[in-house]
């Protein structure tokens, strides 16, 4: 009689730990591009988009439709955080001031800037080790092709899902998971 009850308790035992072992973004903290440490747990229940950037891209002009973006929806507990990286055709040579200077001036850019990072080799940044990593975030393995390659994150710091960087930001399936 005392049996029946043996396999879910095996399977809580087993299953728990494993579910447990994930990280979720909240476990993070990374600089802005002004030298703050900004801890992600402070994101918590908000949906964020990350998005690794460089501005001589041919796609630079998505922090225009990225700020459009904020605007409408910044408000209802929506973040978007940018990783400016010169990983892709060195097309991020400059400083983090002139990254700001660039994102500011140009496109008048209001949401989470952060330093300028690797996304991709050795030295790549500990939140993009976990962006890309089902081992570390559970949910999908993610290769970077490119600069302005999204991320979607839920209000639990979970990875829902990795974007194409020609996915525009105002693309459809971004405002529907905005909209959910």
Not at 51 to 71: G, H, I, R, W
Not at 98 to 126: A, N, R, W
Not at 153 to 168: A, F, H, K
Request: hydrophobic residues 40%.
């Amino acid at each position: 009689m005392h049996i029946k009850w043996l396999f879910p308790l095996l399977f809580l035992l087993v299953v728990t730990p494993a579910m447990s072992q994930y990280k979720t973004l909240h476990d993070f903290s990374a600089r802005t591009i002004t030298g703050e440490i900004l801890d992600f747990s402070t994101l918590k229940g908000k949906k964020v988009l990350i998005v690794n950037t460089a501005t001589e891209c041919s796609l630079t002009p998505q922090f225009k439709k990225m700020q459009e973006l904020y605007d409408e929806y910044g408000a209802c507990n929506f973040e978007i955080i940018a990783f400016p990286s010169n990983d892709f055709g060195s097309q991020e040579p400059g400083t983090n001031e002139q990254i700001l200077e660039f994102c500011t001036q140009k496109y008048d850019v209001g949401f989470f800037l952060m330093e300028k990072i690797s996304i991709k080799g050795d030295d790549m940044h500990p939140v993009y080790k976990w962006l890309t990593s089902s081992e570390e975030n559970g949910t999908l393995d993610a290769k970077v092709i490119w600069n302005f390659q999204k991320f979607l994150i839920d209000e639990e710091g979970q990875v829902i899902e990795s974007l194409s960087p020609i996915t525009g930001p105002q693309n459809r399936r971004i405002i529907e998971w905005l909209q959910e």
